[in-house]
């Protein structure tokens, strides 16, 4: 074998290798925009959802209407930023936000048992609770395609290829510091 072909053979080996390295990038940036998309998709049925049960809710819980509008407030903030994968950080943050306005009301429902008790609530808090896990569900995708991203990103030789195409890790969707501390529902009763 002459010297020239073998040089080929060896280009073209490491040019299939940095192919197929940069084809993985690409699959792994675009899985982790996908999974962002159903987190999205899922935020909107809970933004869908929120109007419904504040409107049922004012009309039994009249002091509890600062919360209300605070939460009508970051729906409005979260609905007006693009729907875009770089606006994550954005909706991220309001959207932690917004769910521990949510658990506030919810907790402050159960104070109320006319509230409770109304047939449209009971409906409404359901279909909420539902949202809410298919929200944690699609989390969780996003967070493990967020995690092989990470880590494609991160690791050599791949990381040299994806800072010359300009693909970068993402962050993870987290529970604040203030999530995961328990609720205490005298403190939304007083």
Known sequence: MSLTLIAIIVAAVILFWVYGIYVSLIQKRNKTQEA??????QLKKRYDLIPNILTIAQKYMDHERGL?????KLRTQVMGIPNS???????????????????????????YPQ???????ITAMQTYNEVEEHIAAARRFYNSAANELKNAVEIFPSSLIARMINVKAVDFFKAEEKERQAVNAADFLK
């Open 115 to 121: 509230v409770k008790a109304d047939q449209t609530m």
């Open 36 to 41: 962002f998309s159903a987190i999205d998709v």
């Open 85 to 111: 994968f770089e606006n994550i950080d954005k909706k991220i943050a309001l959207d932690t936000q917004i769910a521990q306005k949510m658990g506030q009301i919810m907790v402050a429902v159960e104070n």
């Open 68 to 72: 209300m509008e605070e939460v009508t």
